[in-house]
């Protein structure tokens, strides 16, 4: 295994994620508790993260001296390359400019992180974010690549094992880094790179078990893929421990509810409240149309059914979430301080605190795409698994203006449609995010020999690959025309229908 020391930077479960990529199984433990872990875990090498902190200020993070003992191997990275010169006998100054972004850097010499993939004389582009610099390297380092900022920009000591470089080889702006990180724990480390999400799988459910011990845990279930799987995760660990509950607010996909009851109930025998609490969401939603006030309503009504439910269970002492990597980071502001909010998003935040909850996070450190794996590797059916992501306040989001029963319907009739024909032309996969919304404008058509007088139906179609950034999908020639068609034909209420070429930024994929 690896142990990856955290320093603070805002990429170190990238790290963790390239080097399960690499098949390799890897712990983060922050800094102030590395020494602990080095001790527990017996990894074969450790990788030093980045940081804001600077290693010139006085009380910043250290490696433990323990790692440097061991005759580990040890990468640094950023802030770890700096902070192992400091510690071990080069030399740190404050840059006066730093290089931020993208850069290249030229290969001087081989060295084992570049095996199979970099030569010499070779330019590569790397991502570079960095104030400090290393000026001096300590005994025993040899420079093994420059960029124009940084002339030990990779730097190595092949007898110790010790590699650094001053850029980031876990984001996706340096092409190779990837590659960088898989030599570096297979080919000096020497992990085998096997271990897979099965094992994963494994150590998650040795951890909840440790953590809940005899304890009584609830879920709530949104009906998405994320709270799905921790919750199967979770019941693996402790089976009748857990109990989930699934707050309907009526607001879902067609068949979406039933499908999730059928799930948990049916499949997997996990005991699951089902509240139908879709009168008091859709009470409290008539003449709301201000976005944010819908956001408010939903988050909050959601947390107070919840909160009631589990009162009744009692004795819950645990919360169990679907959090994953990016809603920890999207979170926490890249500055430290207060992010603009764009949307209050709608998950159970606060609630912890309130019903004075632990929480139980099993999916903490993953992306989105390794919680599909992982729900495969559970046997969550694919269609379930492989499924777009849907925001917490449903179709409320996806009707600009008064949401009723009635829209819903028209909107979720003609949704099923769009998704049907998506799936028929083999494109769901290919997509991120495909959905209708039903427009509060109503305009004029003729049907048969009488005037229509119906609402504007927009569709809408995103590639992305985290839900940050987004493009409109160009669909093939014949396909809207033919789904507009169907649409018209088929839903009553609707009698034009439009396409969104908006991408994100500027606009965001969501309506509201
Ligand atoms: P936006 O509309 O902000 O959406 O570009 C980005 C991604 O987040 C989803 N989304 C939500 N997910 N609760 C969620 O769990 C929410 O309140 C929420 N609002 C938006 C959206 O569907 C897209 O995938």
């Known amino acids: 295994s690896i142990l990856i020391v955290d320093f603070g930077s805002q990429v170190t479960q990238l790290i963790a994620r390239r080097v399960r990529e690499a098949g390799v199984y890897s712990e983060i433990a922050p800094f102030t508790a590395a020494a602990d872990a080095f001790e527990r875990m017996k990894p074969r090498g450790i990788i030093l993260s980045g940081s804001p902190a600077s290693v010139l200020d006085e009380g910043s993070p250290r490696v433990p001296q323990?790692?440097?003992?061991?005759?580990?191997?040890?990468?640094?990275?950023?802030?770890?390359?700096?902070?192992?010169?400091?510690?071990?006998?080069?030399?740190?100054?404050?840059?006066?400019?730093g290089e931020f972004g993208r850069a290249f850097i030229e290969i001087g010499d081989r060295c084992a992180l570049f095996d199979g993939m970099w030569a010499e004389g070779e330019s590569h582009q790397v991502w570079m974010s960095h104030g400090d610099k290393v000026t001096a390297l300590a005994p025993g380092f040899r420079p093994v690549a420059a960029s124009a900022?940084?002339?030990?920009?990779?730097?190595?000591?092949?007898?110790?094992?010790?590699?650094?470089m001053q850029f980031h080889p876990e984001v996706v702006h340096t092409p190779d880094g990837a590659r960088l990180l898989a030599n570096f724990v297979r080919h000096v480390c020497g992990c085998s790179g096997e271990w897979t999400m099965a094992e994963f799988r494994a150590a998650k459910i040795a951890e909840i078990r440790e953590q809940v011990g005899t304890g009584r845990v609830i879920c709530g279930l949104s009906g998405g893929v994320d709270s799905a799987v921790a919750a199967v995760l979770i019941h693996e660990a402790i089976g009748e421990q857990l109990t989930c509950v699934f707050v309907d607010h009526g607001l879902m996909r067609a068949?979406?509810?039933?499908?999730?009851?059928?799930?948990?109930?049916?499949?997997?025998?996990i005991p699951l409240v089902h509240v139908n609490a879709e009168t008091l969401f859709l009470s409290g939603l008539a003449g709301v149309t201000d976005p944010e006030a819908k956001r408010k309503f939903i988050g909050k009504t959601f947390i107070d059914v919840f909160e009631d439910e589990a009162r009744k269970i009692g004795g819950a002492e645990f919360l169990a979430q679907g959090t994953l990597?990016?809603?920890?980071?999207?979170?926490?502001?890249?500055?430290?301080?207060?992010?603009?909010?764009?949307?209050?998003?709608h998950n159970v935040g606060g609630l912890p605190e309130r019903m004075n909850m632990k929480l139980v996070e099993p999916l903490r450190e993953l992306f989105k795409d390794e919680v599909r794996a992982l729900g495969r590797e559970l046997g969550l059916p694919d269609i379930f698994v492989g499924r777009h992501p849907f925001p917490g306040p449903g179709l409320a989001i996806r009707i600009p203006g008064e949401v009723t029963k009635e829209r819903c319907d028209i909107l979720r009739k003609a949704d099923a449609i769009y998704l049907e024909e998506i799936r028929s032309a083999c494109l769901y996969d290919a997509i991120w995010q495909a959905f209708a919304v039903l427009l509060p404008v109503r305009s004029v058509g003729v049907m048969g020999d009488g005037r229509t007088y119906d609402s504007v139906l927009a569709l809408r179609a995103v590639t992305s690959t985290d839900g940050m950034t987004a493009e409109a999908f160009g669909f093939p020639g014949d396909f809207l025309p033919r789904v507009a068609t169907r649409i018209i034909n088929e839903v009553r209420g609707i009698n034009r229908v439009t396409y969104d070429y908006t991408s994100k930024p500027p606009g965001t994929i969501e309506w509201e």
């Not at 990597?325 to 998003?345: L, N, Q, R």
């Open 66 to 97: 323990a790692i440097f003992d061991s005759g580990l191997p040890v990468l640094g990275i950023c802030y770890g390359q700096q902070v192992m010169m400091h510690q071990l006998g080069g030399r740190v100054q404050a840059g006066d400019s």
């Open 149 to 164: 900022g940084a002339p030990f920009a990779v730097i190595a000591d092949d007898a110790r094992r010790y590699y650094a």
């Open 255 to 269: 068949g979406e509810a039933d499908q999730v009851v059928s799930l948990f109930r049916g499949h997997y025998n």
């Open 325 to 345: 990597y990016p809603d920890v980071i999207e979170s926490v502001s890249f500055t430290g301080g207060p992010s603009v909010t764009i949307k209050s998003h």
